[in-house]
């Protein structure tokens, strides 16, 4: 096969140095100089765009992003792995089709999802609505704090996890369950010596595909968190729309190297780069 | 507590502690029932939002905190309101064209990079991830600014044209990576097999190959049309010209604080729709299994 | 007397409503190397799997050193097991995969295995001024598990492997890991689950030696589960040949093979001719239309009876001193010897000769009274 179709590999290349590496490029040339828009006619070197990471606004937004998206993640992990872990161990016939019933939510609209939360998030919203009308009073007010938002990110990203750390689960050998029991281990140590060291790819890349987009959305926190709640992502989104390029590409080169070090990770986990999925 | 055996009444019962073990019981029984609060919790996460959009659809009273009687209307006016019937067009236009063109791209792709040495498929696959792994936002800025480059050669380019290949592009990292792990498992004579019996390469691809992969072809499809069916950002970044999905338009619908009670009958549709397609492809998968048992 | 170490008392499994195991009674004893032979489905995974725990039984029960283990789980029982697939953990390398089972028993079990008093003994005379603790007492034992660690991987020689990781070793070498990871825990009972089926011929062959020679050391029971007959024939002091979840035939390798009792014994053992014919009195048979002696059996006069006469039982003579003659259909050369297939009275007989002969040859055949062998013929046939 290889010699023939070695050739279609190539556009692709092309495609992500072009799609993928390029705007990088130049948005680490936008992060030195400081102009307007895209124009470069008027654009002087500079090095004062630096001078913003340090700012207490911008130190807090990055803080932020980081404690909100580490609290979700470990969230999920808890949550997300007895989820999947249930699952797997249950008796169902399909289980893949419960699984996908599951995160069926996951198919809706998420900033939908995301102002239907915000609603009931308020002390008076339709479901305190139908239940006062059968005579029971509850309230709950936490609209635009951050439980509301850690609660949004966990409802819109633990489907990621409870799917790849379900993957992984499947992927274990059954007969390595049974190796461990009849080499003494009990249900509970068989599965902190088995099955969780076996699982960790699955922990590994669901965290990622939680960590990232909690850490760098900005939708979740401007909706729930009512603009009391600043994440990054929120930040480089006012700078865009503002214009300020600069700003905000400073600050997406930033977020980027974080990233890459995650991919870094992630490559060094799996060698083949397949771990996803 | 030790069972007994009618017939074996000579024989001991081998008690566990004899062999230096312990019943837990009690944390056991502690510990399944965190667990099912835990469950619960968890689905309740999930499913109380689509619950309460669903509440919405039928609720007669426009105000979001209060509800009049149940009524379906909203489900009639989603034809009726221009502006949504227009973004929803726009979804379906956006994700059927570009699942269809990342499926057929990413699968002639992912068996070209099947073929490469493993340096460069280890260059490749990381570049693949970064689509993939790349927060939204940075994704959405870079290719605006990319397509704001090219502004001046091409003028009305902002529009559907952008945000088609906005999806494209963040959609042939998971066809790529589905069709991968098929490829793999190939039987590596097959394709040779296929040339000694005289068909030619293209045709023995057509013929041999797509048909044995076929299955990762569909799951990367599924997933690329669940991911642009449902993506913001980069669409919100990447469209022009008053080009709207229905997540931009959303989004803006509710910074005007005018979402219409029809895009909550809509949602509720396709949760739906969703649910459906998915009890009867398990339902076609079971049955094919069951001829094939058989 | 031997000692009985496992009974098995009318065990029933079923499957989907089909029948695995069909009442089955079995007694084995300590330090035998007991071999369940029979084709695949026959239930001998099944009964194996029952003694260690990963499969309930639905009726009967299960006695290991003279206790019911029915409800013990598997973990407490004291059987090991080597897997088909060796089941070896590919999360750690050679030497944490043989002391995983030590390392994370309980602590109470790993008392009990190293013997509570000799190590606070051990642990007086090696730290003299210390108190005993539960965690000194545990540093001693995770010495002991090492030096055992030691021990095991020389006995399966993989001397020098002990940091492999799991996926790099080949399947001989994880064949010998998964041996050591289970007789480190010094089971009475070790069970084998077809182990030597994914290795090639000249890699099976040396470890039937080597199993045997590590079950005499060792003096623990082997069970061993295979449908390879000629596998069960070199290492078993035992052999139980099961289909359809009974045992046809319990017996030392030479009874199975000398004696089979029933058709389907004789032809699962070796290759054999099975010829029906008449037991005429005793001392005389009648078989392919030729009234010939024989020695050893009581049966009713005139009783049909099944004749097993093993192919190389059959004398090649010449034609004048021949009590049967038959035509060559073929002959194929197999090394050592000629197998030929003849036609006697319309019967086709198998037989291996070390002369060569060719094809439509005329030959003159002849058996030995004592090699000839009878079974009864089976009701429903």
């Known amino acids: 096969m290889n010699k023939y179709f070695k050739k279609l590999a190539i556009p692709y290349f092309v495609w992500l140095y072009v799609l993928a590496i390029i705007p990088f490029v130049i948005m680490a040339i936008l992060s030195f100089v400081n102009n307007e828009g895209l124009n470069f006619s008027k654009a002087i070197f500079t090095l004062d765009n630096f001078g913003y990471l340090t700012t207490s606004s911008t130190v807090i937004a990055f803080m932020n992003s980081l404690f909100y998206a580490v609290i979700a993640t470990l969230t999920c992990i808890v949550i997300g792995y007895m989820v999947a872990y249930a699952i797997f161990r249950s008796h169902f016939k399909n289980k893949f089709l419960v699984m996908t019933i599951l995160i069926l939510p996951m198919w809706s609209n998420m900033l939908l999802r995301i102002e239907a939360l915000k609603n009931i998030m308020e002390p008076h919203n339709i479901i305190t609505d139908i239940l006062s009308k059968l005579g029971i009073h509850v309230s709950l007010d936490i609209a635009g704090t951050p439980l509301a938002v850690i609660i949004g990110l966990i409802s819109t990203y633990i489907p990621f996890m409870i799917l790849s750390i379900y993957t992984a689960l499947e992927k274990i050998d059954y007969s390595l369950e049974e190796a461990a029991l009849d080499l003494g281990l009990t249900e509970t140590k068989k599965f902190w010596k088995v099955i969780f060291p076996l699982s960790t790819k699955g922990i590994v890349s669901g965290s990622i595909m939680v960590f990232l987009p909690c850490m760098s959305g900005f939708a979740i926190p401007e909706i729930l968190g009512q603009g009391n709640i600043l994440l990054i992502g929120n930040v480089i989104d006012q700078h865009f729309r503002n214009m300020n390029y600069n700003l905000g590409s400073l600050l997406a080169v930033v977020i980027l190297i974080i990233i890459l070090g995650a991919i870094f990770l992630v490559s060094k986990f799996d060698k083949e780069g397949e771990t996803l999925l | 507590m030790i069972k007994q055996y009618p017939g074996y009444e000579q024989y001991e019962v081998a008690n566990i502690e004899d062999y230096g073990y312990k019943e837990h019981r009690l944390t056991k029984k502690i510990f399944k029932v965190f667990r099912a609060i835990v469950i619960i919790f968890a689905v309740f996460l999930m499913y109380i939002p689509i619950f309460t959009i669903f509440l919405q659809s039928i609720n007669s009273s426009t105000i979001t905190s209060e509800f009049g009687q149940i009524t379906f209307k909203w489900y009639a006016n989603i034809f009726d309101k221009g502006s949504l019937l227009t973004a929803i067009r726009n979804t379906v236009f956006i994700s059927i064209w570009a699942t269809l063109i990342s499926t057929v791209l990413g699968t002639l792709f992912a068996i070209g990079i099947s073929t490469l040495e493993r340096k460069a498929k280890r260059h490749i696959m990381l570049l693949n991830n970064i689509p993939l792994l790349n927060a939204d936002i940075v994704s959405g800025i870079g290719l605006m600014l990319i397509f704001s480059s090219l502004i001046h050669i091409f003028p009305y380019f902002f529009g559907w044209r952008t945000m088609l290949l906005a999806h494209i592009f963040f959609t042939l990292p998971y066809v790529v990576l589905s069709v991968l792990p098929k490829l793999r498992e190939l039987d590596p004579n097959l394709f040779e097999a296929s040339l000694d019996l005289g068909v030619k390469p293209y045709p023995s691809l057509y013929k041999v190959i797509i048909p044995a992969i076929k299955a990762g072809i569909f799951s990367g499809m599924i997933l690329a049309f669940t991911m642009s069916f449902d993506d913001f950002v980069i669409s919100y970044y990447t469209t022009g010209n008053g080009f709207d999905n229905l997540s931009i338009w959303i989004y803006s619908s509710m910074g005007r604080k005018s979402l219409s009670p029809s895009v909550y009958a809509f949602s509720t549709l396709v949760t739906i729709l969703f649910f459906i397609l998915l009890i009867i492809t398990n339902l076609l998968r079971g049955r094919k299994q069951h001829h094939e048992n058989h | 007397m031997k000692k009985v170490l496992i009974d098995l008392k009318d065990i029933v499994k079923t499957f989907d409503g089909q029948t695995i195991v069909n009442h089955l009674n079995l007694q084995i004893y300590e330090n035998e190397f007991l071999t369940l032979l029979g084709p695949s489905g026959c239930g001998k995974t099944t009964t194996l799997r029952m003694i260690a725990g990963f499969e309930k039984t639905e009726a009967g029960v299960i006695i290991i050193d003279g206790k019911i283990v029915n409800d013990l789980p598997p973990y407490a029982r004291p059987v090991n097991t080597v897997f088909q697939r060796y089941a070896l953990f590919p999360h750690l390398n050679v030497i944490e995969n043989i002391v995983f089972g030590l390392k994370n028993s309980s602590y109470a079990s790993k008392l009990m295995f190293y013997g509570e008093d000799n190590l606070i003994m051990e642990a007086q005379d090696k730290y003299p001024n210390k108190k005993i603790t539960k965690h000194l007492l545990n540093k001693l034992i995770n010495e002991k598990i090492y030096q055992d660690a030691e021990y095991a991987i020389k006995l399966v020689n993989l001397q020098g492997l002990e940091y492999r990781k799991i996926n790099q070793l080949s399947g001989g070498q994880m064949q010998r890991v998964a041996l050591a990871r289970a007789i480190i825990n010094r089971p009475k009972i070790l069970l084998l689950d077809e182990p030597l089926a994914a290795l090639d011929l000249k890699l099976r062959q040396n470890m039937h030696y080597e199993l045997k020679e590590m079950q005499r050391r060792l003096g623990i029971t082997f069970i061993f589960v295979t449908h390879d007959q000629e596998e069960a024939m070199t290492m078993s002091d035992r052999i139980v040949v099961i ?139």
């Open chain 3, 243 to 381: 289909n359809d979840g009974v045992i046809q035939q319990l017996g030392t390798p030479k009874e199975i093979y000398n004696e089979p009792v029933n058709r389907f014994v004789a032809d699962f053992i070796g290759e054999s001719n099975i010829i029906r014919g008449k037991y005429i009195k005793e001392n005389e048979i009648e078989v392919l239309n030729k009234r010939i002696p024989c020695v050893g059996y009581k049966f009713a006069e005139n009783e049909i009876v099944d004749v097993v006469i093993r192919p190389e039982d059959w004398d090649v003579v010449s034609l004048d001193k021949a009590v049967f003659v038959g035509k060559v259909i073929s002959s194929i050369f197999k090394g050592v010897h000629y197998e030929i297939i003849a036609k006697v009275e319309d019967v086709e007989l198998i037989i291996h000769t070390y002369e060569e002969v060719k094809v439509n040859d005329q030959i003159g055949l002849k058996v030995d009274p004592y090699k000839i062998h009878l079974m009864r013929v089976a009701q429903d046939e």
